[in-house]
């Protein structure tokens, strides 16, 4: 038996990962799903949140979990769990990054984001500085987010979906050698992401490789579309060596 700890990306929460939960559980696993500062079910105003607020809040669940954990992070949580890895390497047994933003030292998600042209998601974004937030438009959670899923999970994300805080998209992230880039490191390409897209994704793998590399034919939300071989990779992560 492992613990994974499952991070959610922007305009999500804890609840996008309810498909994933119980096929873990049932291969015996402990299963995690931090909910960041701001999302979800969390009451903190959006825009009191920095990154280091979501990096801390998971480094501290980290600290009180059993034993190292597979530290999971989708999209946006490519850049928490980076952070938290940082601050508790010695927590961390793995990290996977799920069709997520895999940064070096000093990036930010706004960073490496730039130029990229291909995203179906930007021209559905309405940014509010005045409010601290970013919104995303009903009519692109669909073409963005949840191409190839059922629309009972499209229906679930309309309603749960929460404006995301700009702040956190611009702070940059500070990562070492020796703490966050010894821990091995796993990404899963989703090869029809309309999000954040494969080539993208690849530029970033180029720029710090990661040891394995598993690609799906999904779009940005495996955990939607494809629960099962989502699963059955990450699993594969808590194996021996």
């Not at 059922?150 to 994300?157: F, G, H, N, P, R």
């Not at 629960?227 to 021996?240: F, M, N, T």
Request: aromatic letters at 6%.
């Amino acid at each position: 038996m492992s613990t994974f700890f499952l991070v959610h990306g922007a305009w999500h929460g804890a609840w996008c990962w309810y498909r994933v939960v119980p096929l873990l559980e049932r291969r015996g696993h402990r299963v995690v799903t931090p909910e960041l500062p701001a999302h979800g079910l969390d009451a903190t105003p959006a825009a009191a949140v920095s990154l280091a607020d979501y990096a801390g809040h998971v480094a501290e669940a980290l600290r009180a979990a059993p034993e190292p954990v597979v530290l999971v992070g989708h999209s946006l949580g490519g850049m928490v769990i980076s952070a938290a890895a940082e601050l508790v390497p010695e927590r961390v047994r793995c990290l996977a990054y799920v069709a997520a933003f895999l940064p070096g030292d000093g990036d930010s998600l706004v960073r490496l984001a730039d130029g990229d042209t291909e995203n179906q998601l930007t021209p559905h974004c309405t940014a509010d500085p005045a409010a601290g937030l970013l919104h995303l438009a009903p009519a692109g959670l669909r073409p963005a987010f949840y191409a190839d899923c059922a629309d009972e999970d499209v229906a679930l994300a309309a309603r749960l979906a929460r404006p995301e805080p700009l702040r956190p998209l611009a702070e940059p992230v500070h990562l070492t050698p020796g703490r966050w880039g010894a821990i091995p490191r796993a990404y899963v390409e989703c090869a029809a992401d309309r999000a954040l897209p494969p080539a993208r994704q690849r530029l970033m793998q180029a720029a710090r490789p990661c040891q394995r590399v598993l690609r799906l034919a999904s779009g940005h939300s495996p955990f939607f579309s494809q629960p099962g071989a989502l699963v059955e990779y990450v699993a594969s992560l808590a194996a021996p060596a």
